[in-house]
């Protein structure tokens, strides 16, 4: 059970250049997410799914796609990067307990990207 | 959607002394407010959450409290050791979907 695995661990961009951060879960987990987090903000929220073929917006969405065409898989897409996607990107991931969110979350290791 | 905001952003303390961090959320449908604990290169860890059905929770040197009305939660370590400095994250579901964090809280224990 490898639990939820991101790639890549680092990454180095060029303003404009496009990339897909990866993120697989094999917990068969219903529920995942995608955060980034910079210095004095916490973990912010860019996309969710609460299952395959379901995504949504979360608080920072701008800039960023995802989709989920299987349970085990929530691809990160950065359309055109910009310095200010700079960050340390986590992938989530949760069973849920009925129809909502009320267990925990487990996290990938993270992707460090540097966008120049 | 959910608010989700924690204080203090630091916290520094005594080997053997107790911390306490407190969270406010604005959502009062929420009921499930887990704690993270986050150690340096690392992804976030889970360390105890409650349920609203519930006041408190205790696991050896760390509980939480929850104030349902007030709209607030509180997260306590005793007998602090030096392996408890990390940063700490609480949280709050969106609409029962995913979870929005708070900005985090950097505990150092010296000893």
């Known amino acids: 059970n490898a639990g939820v695995t991101q790639t890549p661990k680092f990454q180095v961009l060029k303003t404009g250049q496009s990339m897909t951060l990866q993120c697989a879960q094999d917990?068969?987990?219903?529920?995942m997410s995608w955060y980034r987090q910079d210095p004095g903000m916490g973990l912010r929220l860019i996309h969710y799914s609460v299952g395959a073929g379901i995504t949504d917006q979360g608080e920072v969405p701008n800039g960023y796609n995802v989709s989920r065409s299987t349970t085990e898989d929530f691809p990160l897409r950065l359309l055109s990067a910009a310095p200010s996607q700079t960050s340390v990107y986590f992938c989530?991931?949760?069973?849920?307990?009925?129809?909502?969110?009320?267990?925990?979350?487990?996290f990938g290791q993270g992707t460090r990207l540097t966008v120049v | 959607g959910e608010n989700v905001e924690q204080h203090p952003s630091t916290l520094s303390v005594q080997e053997g002394d107790s911390a306490v961090i407190k969270c406010t959320y604005s959502d009062s449908a929420s009921n499930y407010f887990p704690w993270y604990k986050q150690e340096l290169g690392k992804g976030p860890q889970l360390i105890i959450d409650?349920?609203?059905?519930?006041g408190e929770k205790k696991d050896q040197r760390i509980a939480v409290t929850l104030n349902k009305t007030a709209k607030h939660f509180s997260l306590h370590i005793t007998e602090t050791q030096p392996e408890d400095s990390a940063v700490y994250f609480c949280?709050?579901?969106?609409?029962?979907?995913?979870?929005?964090f708070g900005k985090g809280t950097t505990l150092s224990v010296s000893s």
């Open positions: 949280a709050a579901p969106q609409a029962g979907t995913a979870l929005i």
């Open positions: 989530a991931s949760s069973p849920p307990r009925g129809p909502i969110l009320n267990t925990e979350a487990f």
């Open positions: 917990m068969n987990h219903e529920y």
């Open positions: 409650i349920r609203s059905n519930v």
